[in-house]
């Protein structure tokens, strides 16, 4: 297990990095001393759980389908359990909040719906898809192995909990949680549902069928523009319909693709690019809360823009060493 502690570390920082401080929404953006001071609470928040995902996905020879379910259940939970913020309509007294929450808030739930799809989106494309594949991409041949042995899986498990304890404490104590016990109980059922379904329906082997694939920049291109169409979509409720219909057809437009023989890592590396490239072009565009100057906005944004280009550029040159290669767990 020596020579996977490497890439289980990658992904451990790479995560939060796409999940928190690409986004340059917080008022840490942009003063570094605190961004590192960050990652202790936000690597176990978010690399233990991206960690716990892949090594299960890889262990219990999950696709991409169950690997993503998976990912989703992790985001119901941390925003519907954790953090609660699915279930605020005020959080954080961050100005826009309310504009995002009120247009889809259905009250008998008292859920937003424009808020639930975001954050689960989030999750499972920038919090765990992503970096897992942009860390194994660059991990090479250890891809589709596990990278942890059972003491260290016990270790991240508690890291992840710990930080859920913490943050979850911190939303109590400043009034941010919410949640009634209902909606934990119905956050938890549903998270539940999503972990049996990716157990059950991850392993079943994808048919393989001809037909052509697109060139991998075409599939970043089309990444990256389906990516910026989410983020830029109001949160109206005919902006949040179109939101699912985006999804939906972004999710059976690669479920196809990735069925035929020439689709392979490049194109899957080429998806997490697009989106990864695209949400830090659009974090220009957010407003940090807190006390940030323009300075100090826009060189954060520059610094990790080019950090995820770099990434993917390096993750990009691996791939094509290695070639096309279909991936080795089912699609």
């Known amino acids: 297990m020596r020579t996977a502690r490497l890439p289980a570390l990658g992904l451990f920082l790479v995560a939060p990095v796409c999940a928190e401080y690409l986004w340059g929404y917080d008022d840490s953006t942009g003063h570094p001393a605190t961004l590192l001071g960050n990652l202790i609470v936000f690597s176990p928040l978010y690399g233990a759980p991206a960690l716990l995902i892949r090594e299960a996905a890889r262990r219990l020879g999950l696709g991409w389908p169950g690997l993503l379910l998976l990912a989703a259940a992790f985001g119901v939970v941390e925003a519907g359990v954790v953090d609660q913020s699915m279930w605020s309509t005020d959080y954080r007294d961050i100005p826009y909040w309310t504009d995002m929450a009120a247009p889809t808030y259905l009250a008998p739930i008292g859920l937003s719906v424009y808020l639930a799809v975001s954050f689960v989106g989030g999750h499972v494309i920038l919090s765990i898809g992503s970096p897992v594949v942009l860390v194994e991409t660059l991990t090479g041949r250890r891809r589709h192995l596990p990278w942890l042995g059972p003491v ?10 710990a930080a859920c304890g913490l ?98 890592r490049r194109h899957e590396l080429a998806l997490a690019s697009g989106a990864l490239v695209a949400a830090g072009a659009f974090a220009f565009l957010t407003t940090p809360i807190g006390d940030v100057s323009d300075a100090e906005k826009y060189g954060h944004n520059v610094a990790l823009l080019t950090l995820v280009v770099l990434l993917c550029a390096a993750a990009s040159r691996r791939a094509g060493r290695a070639g096309p290669g279909r991936a080795v767990v089912p699609a």
């Open 152 to 161: 260290a899986l016990v270790v991240v498990a508690l890291l992840y909990a």
């Open 167 to 264: 943050v979850a404490k911190d939303a109590y104590d400043t009034g941010e949680a919410t949640a009634t016990w209902g909606q934990l109980a119905g956050s938890s059922a549903v998270a539940a549902g999503l972990v049996v379904a990716a157990v059950t329906l991850g392993r079943r082997p994808g048919l393989i069928v001809p037909g052509p694939v697109p060139r991998p920049a075409l599939v970043a291109g089309a990444a990256g523009l389906a990516m910026l169409g989410w983020v830029a979509i109001p949160p109206t409720r005919l902006g949040t319909a179109a939101v699912v219909l985006l999804a939906l057809g972004a999710i059976g437009t690669v479920q196809a693709l990735s069925r035929r023989g020439d689709w392979g």
